[in-house]
């Protein structure tokens, strides 16, 4: 039997199952400039983040949109997700009436642009229909309603723009268009006395899930017409345009990355994915000088068996400072103590930049110390404390790694992987607790 996996891959499709929990971050590194120019929308985009529920489910106090990751509230992610495409003209996010205060607080503190807030309602579709009526308020000019509505729960952060351009076209042609996944269990019907019923066939039917787009007319429409119980207790925007406007919704097989935060789980999942994400790029700063360099190869070589990128630079200067402008993380070798300058100079540049605010930056000090140095001296380490401590107030994490007998081409060449994965577990694990400490390799 021929059980290769493109062969694996098309028959679990055909079954309607889910091919395989995907890879969260495959989609937008890996893409060409090419594919990213072609997402180009000539319509007016406007999106609507319900965001007003409770969130029950996580059995917390706080309502999971506003559970912080690395010092940040969920919500915040996801607005970045949609304020970073060119194409998306607002945002309006519907909250609670008692969150509206802080949610203004986190739209100034996390320097959100084009976001509108609103009060929400008793249920997801009323705080939807509030949001998508804000939209369409008599103040607004013609030329400023959006054609194309795009909806999407707060509490789905992960969405990449490729996929949002699918939507966002599929509504203009189609009237109304949603992302689904395949089923992962069967659904089943049960009897009022708790009994089987019967079962439905999985590949005929998918879960829906989130974004999903609409032609301004059609959502405005099917919130106008639908009912208090369609308000009530109804859980699908695609089916009140289908009932209220006769629109069938084209429907987009979308990426697991699309899942919702329901439980407490799913929290702990969002964090792991969102720690990786800032983990995927580093920044490997050389200095000027030669052995810098040799080491600059085998760094490469054990980031790239860990599946990290490593850009090698000699330092943040000219055209370079333009690392500090996204998510990378730095490393910095040096031949002397005394070169914990350069570190502090890493320090002031990142602070003069806004990244701190949005994530914790890794910055990792690594030693390159010859067999006749003497370990640290005390005064050495307070120092890397100090910085460390005072780096970490501004949101900077500050880490050191000593590495002896890096002078020994073949010591080097061993302990070069070992300082690799050192390096990037500490990236990966963003632990506060572990700032200002010299690890030793
Ligand atoms: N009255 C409500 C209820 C829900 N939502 C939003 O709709 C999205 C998806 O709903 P859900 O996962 O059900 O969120 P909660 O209602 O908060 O969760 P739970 O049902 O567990 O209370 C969330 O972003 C939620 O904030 C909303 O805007 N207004
Ligand atoms: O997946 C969806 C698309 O229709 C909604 O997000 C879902 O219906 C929300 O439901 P609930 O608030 O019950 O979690």
Same mark, same amino acid.
């Given at each position: ?5 493109? /062969? ?27 594919? /990213? ?11 609507? #983040? ?11 106090? &706080? ?80 030329? $400023? ?34 992302? &689904? ?7 089943? *019907? ?133 690392? #500090? ?23 002031? *540049?990142? $602070? ?57 081409? $073949? ?17 990966? $694990? ?12």
């Amino acid at each position: 039997m021929d059980v290769s996996p493109a /062969k694996v891959q098309s028959d679990a499709s055909e079954v309607g199952r889910p091919v395989h929990p995907g890879g969260f971050l495959a989609g937008e590194a890996g893409k060409s400039d090419h594919v /990213k120019a072609g997402r180009i929308v000539d319509f007016p985009v406007s999106v609507v #983040l319900p965001a007003g529920g409770t969130g029950e489910r996580t059995g917390l106090q &706080t309502p999971k949109q506003f559970c912080s990751f690395l010092g940040r509230p969920l919500i915040s992610f996801t607005i970045q997700t949609f304020e970073r495409v060119s194409w998306i003209q607002n945002i309006v996010v519907v909250v609670a009436k008692e969150n509206m205060d802080m949610m203004m607080d986190i739209i100034q503190r996390f320097q959100h642009k084009k976001v509108q807030v609103i009060p929400g309602g008793s249920t997801r579709h009323r705080s939807i229909c509030n949001g998508v009526m804000a939209l369409g308020e008599e103040e607004r000019s013609a030329d $400023d309603k959006p054609k194309v509505v795009i909806v999407h729960d707060a509490v789905r952060p992960f969405v990449e723009e490729d996929f949002l351009h699918k939507i966002a076209v599929a509504a203009k042609e189609q009237g109304a268009a949603g992302a &689904t996944r395949p089923l992962v269990s069967t659904v089943i *019907a049960t009897t009022s006395e708790g009994y089987l019923d019967h079962s439905l066939e999985r590949a005929k039917y998918r879960a829906s899930e989130m974004p999903q787009g609409f032609t301004y007319d059609v959502i405005y429409q099917a919130y106008q017409r639908c009912t208090e119980s369609d308000l009530e207790f109804g859980t699908e925007c695609l089916h009140l345009a289908l009932q209220y406007c006769g629109t069938n919704a084209k429907l987009i097989e979308g990426p697991p990355t699309l899942w919702k935060v329901t439980y407490k789980r799913d929290l702990a999942a969002a964090e792991s994915i969102i720690k990786e994400m800032l983990s995927q790029s580093t920044c490997l700063l050389t200095g000027e000088s030669t052995p810098g360099v040799r080491s600059a190869d085998v760094f490469q070589k054990a980031f790239g068996a860990l599946d990290m990128k490593l850009d090698v630079i000699p330092d943040l200067m000219g055209d370079n400072a333009r690392y #500090l402008l996204k998510a990378w993380n730095f490393i910095q070798v040096s031949f002397h103590s005394s070169c914990l300058s350069e570190v502090e100079d890493i320090l002031v *540049a990142l $602070d003069a930049t806004n990244q701190a605010l949005l994530h914790p930056p890794i910055v990792i000090w690594v030693h390159l110390k010859r067999t006749d140095e003497k370990s640290m001296a005390l005064a050495e380490s307070a120092t890397i404390m100090n910085l460390a401590s005072t780096a970490k107030l501004r949101n900077i994490l500050l880490y050191g790694i000593e590495v002896h007998g890096s002078e020994d081409t $073949d010591r080097w060449e061993r302990s070069a992987p070992k300082v690799a994965e050192m390096a990037s577990a500490l990236i990966r $694990d963003r632990n506060p607790a572990l700032v200002g400490q010299l690890l030793q390799a």
